[in-house]
């Protein structure tokens, strides 16, 4: 089974955001949270004005939103930078070939060849599987969004059942 497909920075990118954007999303209801139960005396009496603290509360959490969209810019940043520095040769085509006794993978025309019985580390989550060798640090993750459903479940048939870890 042979599957090709394009990685850009700007795919990584958009994928480093997605995931930071779904915890400041979290981190965004629970300090509207704490910003509430901060303000429940001041609600519950009758000497401040409901308004105000209503108020206080929309500016607490655009503010918030803000710090929140900046850090992420300032994640994202690093992070690409980092990766450039580590992995040169990471953006480009890819080609899976996927066999019963081994799995490779070409990026720009380096292969990274993976026999099953040298696998250590096999993980699958939901629309994502990982795995990797003893001698490899890095590893080799595959996700169902990029490779596509189909060719995804077929290449995800072939490694686990050939992986014995």
Not at 92 to 110: H, L, R
């Amino acid at each position: 089974m042979t599957i090709e497909y394009e990685w850009t920075r700007k795919d990584l990118k958009k994928e480093l955001t997605k995931k930071r954007n779904n915890v400041n999303l979290i981190y965004l209801l629970g300090g509207v949270i704490l910003y509430i139960l901060f303000m429940y005396d001041a609600i519950a009496s009758e000497l401040f004005d409901k308004l105000v603290i209503l108020i206080g509360g929309f500016i607490f959490a655009f503010a918030f939103s803000i710090i929140l969209w900046l850090s992420t810019k300032i994640y994202v940043s690093i992070s690409l930078r980092k990766n450039d520095k580590k992995t040169d040769k990471a953006y480009g085509t890819y080609v899976i070939e996927a066999t019963d006794k081994m799995i490779s993978v070409t990026i720009n025309e380096q292969t990274i060849a993976y026999n099953y019985k040298d696998i250590t580390k096999f993980k699958k989550k939901r629309h994502t599987f990982f795995i990797r060798t003893a001698d490899d640090k890095i590893g080799l993750l595959f996700k169902e969004h990029i490779i596509g459903r189909e060719k995804y479940r077929q290449l995800l048939d072939i490694v686990s059942k050939n992986v014995s870890c």
